[in-house]
Every structure is written in C-alpha cells, then in structure tokens.
C-alpha cells in the first residue's frame, strides 16, 4: 500500500487566500484524522472522521476552517480565508477500527507545509 | 480527559549506550498504546503498536512495555546509534481518539 498521501506537500500563500489540503488514506482504514503541529503547540487533534461521518470536530480552531470526507478514499481540510496564524504543517492519519491485532494503529502521511503570508 | 506525558522533554547520549524513554497516561482504560518516531520536516512512523493485553513488543533493538495500572509505557532503544536521532512520541487510543505525549527530543552523538 502507498501509505497515506497528502497534497500539496508545501504550500505558500497570502492572508485572505483560501486554502485546500487533501488526503487519501490507506485502502480498507474507516477512521481519517486531521492534525496541526507547530513548535508552540505541539500536535493538535483538529477533527476525526468515522466511516466518512465527522465525529468531532471539537478542535476546528474556528469557522475558517472546515473538513470534507465525501468518500472512503478522499478528505479535504480547507481555511477560508487564510491568515498567518494557521502556518503550520498539517497531518492527515487513517487507521483501521477492525483489524484485528493491527486494530487502532495510526499512520500519517507526510504533512502539509503551510505558510501564509 | 486523557493526559499523557513524556519525560524528559530531551536527551542526549553517547552513541552505543542503551537508553529508556518514558510515557505516563492519567487514564489506564486504553486499547492500546503506540510509540512514532519523527524526523525533522518529516511525518510520523510507526515503531511499535502494544494492544492493552499484551506487556511487551518487540522489533529489532526497539522494545516497548505497557502497565496499564500504573498508566505508564517504556520504550528501550538498545545499542543507540547516530540514525536513531529524532523525536519519539507515545499515543494511547481509547478505541475513538489518539491521545498524543509532547515527544522526546533524541540526540545520539557519534
């Protein structure tokens, strides 16, 4: 399996731009994470999907951003307008709620870079 | 809400020396717990998945343990080497969300 792909892998931007990351998690995995990290904060939880259902989006830092997952094979996360706050790099993860003993185990791809401008 | 803490923030060890890194959790009603490694500008791997039955799991000079009554895993790099440099973050998952620790910074010095 390719593992998880997100696109673009860089990204640079302008403050009011909008901005659209997409993921493709791994074939046969039911639940889709996006993730925040920056040096301040960490890693940060920003919404998780369930068979393509939104579970939580509890961590969505505000209404600029929103997360699409029409289909099993395909997320977006997008910022609406862009500001230089959101400049981080963002994770998409896939894994599997019925696996057996693989069961739960968490993959990310390679991130998104993000600097806006 | 889960809480899991890793310590020390950073190490740093001379190259061949065995080392320990640390991960606590405030809740032991996980389903399993899971240690990454990052590299700079890089994703998160996967090292080691332990489910909550099991105390131990194993691959090459990695070896991670779980006591989910004291709420704590270990994660032992045997015979550290320069490449094993990076960040290594633990997660627990309580079947719906992954509950990441802040990492800890590795410096292998040749």
């Known amino acids: 399996d390719a593992g998880v792909i997100q696109s673009p892998r860089h990204e640079v931007t302008e403050m009011g731009q909008e901005v659209t990351l997409r993921c493709k998690p791994i074939?046969?995995?039911?639940?889709l994470f996006w993730y925040r990290q920056t040096m301040m904060r960490g890693l940060e939880l920003l919404i998780y999907f369930n068979n393509n259902v939104p579970i939580d989006d509890s961590g969505m830092p505000e209404d600029r951003f929103s997360a699409k997952m029409p289909n099993a094979s395909f997320s977006t996360l997008k910022i609406q307008p862009s500001e230089p706050r959101d400049s981080a790099v963002y994770f998409c993860a896939s894994s599997s709620r019925t696996s057996g003993s693989r069961t739960g185990e968490l993959f990310f791809g390679e991130g998104s870079r993000l600097t806006v401008l | 809400k889960q809480e899991v803490t890793q310590i020390p923030a950073a190490l740093s060890v001379p190259e061949g020396e065995n080392l320990v890194l640390n991960c606590s959790f405030t809740?032991?009603?996980?389903?399993?717990l899971q240690w990454f490694r990052q590299d700079p500008g890089k994703g998160l791997t996967s090292l080691l998945l332990?489910?909550?039955?099991?105390r131990e799991q194993t691959s090459g000079r990695l070896n991670a343990s779980l006591d989910k009554s004291s709420g704590r895993s270990t994660l032992y790099i045997a015979a550290s080497q320069p490449g094993d440099s990076a960040t290594y973050l633990c997660a627990s998952f309580d079947g719906n969300q992954f509950y990441f620790g802040t990492g800890t910074s590795l410096t292998v010095i040749p």
């Open positions: 074939s046969g995995h039911n639940s």
């Open positions: 332990i489910q909550s039955s099991q």
């Open positions: 809740d032991s009603a996980i389903y399993n």
